[in-house]
Structures are given as structure tokens and as C-alpha cells.
């Protein structure tokens, strides 16, 4: 089974920065797609960003594009998500993702995965 655990969320200032990491473990391979998914109480879970394994495309969603960097070490097993210009909009706990078919930015595609880290913006 694919293992994902995330971290480096925390509290910041609005228009502050921070580096989330997601540590990949086990039986997925590089071709899978990577994504980072956010969810804010009261909300849905809502697609960030994604880089796809076939080819490395890069995805963002609309509300991220220009802030938000997502990359991955593939020897190393991580994935990453550089957040600059932070807003309070962008409160919400952080889910790291991997998914082997599917459409990059649907919840339904990912089959596996993490805990989650929760990242706080203050005004």
C-alpha cells in the first residue's frame, strides 16, 4: 500500500510563505500524479495543484496560479507546494495526494492519500 505524510503547515502572516512537504512511502511508482487538495471548515474539499506523471505537466487551480509552485523529487519520494503571497482564503488543512488514472483536479481520481496538515493564514 502507498503511505502519504505531510508536513511543514503551521501558523503565517497574510502575504507570508510556507513549504509544505509530502514523504511518499511504498508500492507507487513515478508515473502516478501527484497532487495537493485543500479543504476549509464548512467547505468541500477543493483541487491546488498537481503534477501529472506522464510527462510532468503542471497544473493549477485558478485562485493559486502565481503564488503557488508545486514540484517533486523523484528519487526522493517527495512532493512539495512552495505558498507565497499567503491570504486568509487560503486557510484550510492540506492534503497530499497520488492517483495512477483520472482527471487531475477531481477528488474521485485519487486513490491514495495523507493525513493532512493544516495551514493557518492570519489577517
Known amino acids: 500500500q502507498v503511505q502519504l505524510v505531510e508536513s511543514g503547515g503551521g501558523l503565517v502572516q497574510a502575504g507570508g510563505s510556507l513549504r509544505l512537504s509530502c514523504a511518499a512511502s511504498?508500492?507507487?511508482?513515478?508515473?502516478?500524479?501527484m497532487a495537493w487538495f485543500r479543504q476549509a471548515p464548512g467547505k468541500e474539499r477543493e483541487f491546488v495543484a498537481a503534477?501529472?506523471?506522464?510527462?510532468?505537466?503542471?497544473k493549477y487551480a485558478d485562485s493559486v496560479k502565481g503564488r503557488f509552485t508545486i514540484s517533486r523529487d523523484t528519487v526522493a519520494r517527495m512532493v512539495y507546494l512552495q505558498m507565497n503571497g499567503l491570504d486568509s482564503e487560503d486557510t484550510a488543512v492540506y492534503y497530499c495526494?497520488?492517483?495512477?488514472?483520472?482527471?487531475?483536479?477531481?477528488?474521485?481520481?485519487?486513490?491514495?492519500w495523507g493525513q493532512g496538515t493544516q495551514v493557518t493564514v492570519s489577517s
Open positions: 495526494a497520488a492517483a495512477s488514472s483520472g482527471a487531475y483536479n477531481l477528488k474521485t481520481s485519487y486513490s491514495f
Open positions: 511504498g508500492r507507487i511508482s513515478s508515473w502516478y500524479t
Open positions: 503534477i501529472l506523471g506522464s510527462g510532468g505537466s503542471i
